[in-house]
């Protein structure tokens, strides 16, 4: 770059630089967000920088966001800045600062050439500056089935022992929600959401709510469960409430039949209820497949322990894992050869519950390679731990061979 280009970036990243600062001396800032990543992080596209009170120390909050998760990193404010110093012009190229005197962009072009444009101001309020780790929430707090539910009391204050269930149900959506706009269903108005082994029907009202209030669709949705008891609760709640297109249905996923289906959860089902889940799932033509796999039986008495893994595997603990491990793999390639982009992932901080591993799916048209790889995949895993016969893999026999 000529030196001419080079000065007139450092002009203008120093005059972006007295702005930001600026905003914090006059109390106007809003947010930041720094955009077009070019660093080497899989999957990291913003990161949103938000002013928050920690223990009454101003504090920027870094939100990373990742195509299917958040990371948040706290700084000092100034800490902060140095930090977004940096990253800008080398692992962001662009950032947007929002104040309420006025918003700033700073973007670097393909040949990195700085460009610094003001505008007048999009944000009339600062946002409440409490430190509430529960507080980008994907539902109101005061929605009335998390009060019949009993998440929340009757005061919409939600209850001690329910707080990791209401993390739970927000990090849910929030991953929902980003499926759902990665998919082609975000388009509709009409979807068809199955979720099998609802239980107390808490994501299925979720779901439900989300879908009709945030993101203004006319879903059904329908919940799935063994338990009588529990679906005559679950529809009571919905009646109650007016709920009209949630139902919920005694039945068992073996015998279950959703019709067309477009998106297919299954949150702790046992075992191979989760492959019975995805199944079906495939079978109805969902476009989105998520489900957090738990008791994972199936394969450890198959697996034959390969000689080179013997020191490790002779630790029980050790082999539940790996037949875990193995058992989400194989479903994650099973989803690949049926035509879907499979994400393994944890979805949750282990203390909030230990069934913390979601997969995730997403119907894709494109993929007619991945399903040879994705079956010699399959078959060299297989082949390694000795294992004889896989549900899911089972259960596909006659559509994806
Ligand atoms: C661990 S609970 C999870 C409930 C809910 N998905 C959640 O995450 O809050 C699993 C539920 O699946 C139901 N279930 C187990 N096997 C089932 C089957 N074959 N068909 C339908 N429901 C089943 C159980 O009765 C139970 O309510």
Redesign the pocket.
Known sequence: MESDEQNDNAVKLRQFFEILNGCFGESSFVKLILGKYRGDEKDLRTIKILLIKIQEQDTLSFVHQYKTKDITKNFPVKDGIETVRGLLGKDFKSAHLFSLTGDVQLEFSKRDRCILNSSRATCSDVPVKIHNREKERMIDQDRAFLTALGITGEDHKVLHSMNRKWKQINVFLEIFQRALLSSQLSKMQNINVV??????G??TFAVYDFLRNSQKMDPQVTG????EE?VRLCNDVARELEMGKLHFCQ????S?NPGKTHIMI?????DT?TD?AIHMGIRSGAEIIMC?P?CHKELRPQIVVPSALKASLRFGVHLGQEAEMVTDSLRALLLEASGYETQVFEFISLEHTSKNKMILAVKRCDVPEKKEEALSQIKAIKDFYGIREVALEELLKNSIQ
């Open positions: 979720d099998f082994g609802s239980g107390k808490y994501l799935v469960e063994l338990r529990l039945g068992d996923l073996k279950y299954a949150l702790h089902a046992c209820a019975l957090a738990c």
